[in-house]
């Protein structure tokens, strides 16, 4: 009998734990925090739409901010459901996100708060994006913490 390899779908984390490996964290997506990144792209977009429109000389500057802000929302409520299944494991040796994405903790160059998302930098120049994470300070430390222990561990 073959091997059975288990295919993820892109916002599916499968955590199959290495020997001696712990989960120490889910990062979740935060419907509040989702809105308000949403919210600010909205107030953003209408303000760059009503510029433009008004640079152009155009009668309708307020329907165009109106409609940026009805097409930001649109595009908030059509992706939702799909940004609330991503989530992100941290183990206390790597990253593991959706799709089989995964970072080990000594890979980590830079993790930084962008916006409410967290930007994960590797070594080698990898970049991937936790999105929409409330708490995203709190979380940050716990990453840099886990990295700290682990190249503590290893170097001993």
Do not use: C
Not at 4 to 9: C, G, V
Not at 56 to 66: E, P, Y
Not at 115 to 127: E, N, R, S
């Amino acid at each position: 009998m073959g091997e059975q390899i288990r295919e993820s779908t892109m916002a599916e984390t499968v955590f199959d734990p290495e020997p001696g490996e712990k989960k120490l964290r889910d990062i979740r997506s935060d419907k509040a925090t989702y809105w308000r990144d949403h919210g600010v792209m909205a107030v953003l977009g209408m303000g760059v739409v009503g510029m433009v429109l008004a640079f152009m000389g155009s009668d309708h500057v307020a329907i165009g901010s109106l409609g940026a802000v009805l097409a930001l929302g649109v595009r908030g409520l059509w992706l939702y459901s799909e940004q609330m299944k991503f989530h992100w494991i941290v183990t206390n040796m790597r990253l593991i996100g959706p799709g089989g994405r995964q970072v080990f903790l000594l890979e980590l160059e830079k993790v930084r708060r962008l916006f409410g998302d967290i930007q994960i930098i590797t070594k080698t120049g990898d970049k991937h994006l936790i999105k929409h994470v409330a708490g995203a300070e709190a979380v940050i430390a716990e990453i840099e913490a886990a990295r700290v222990k682990r190249a503590r561990r290893k170097g001993a």
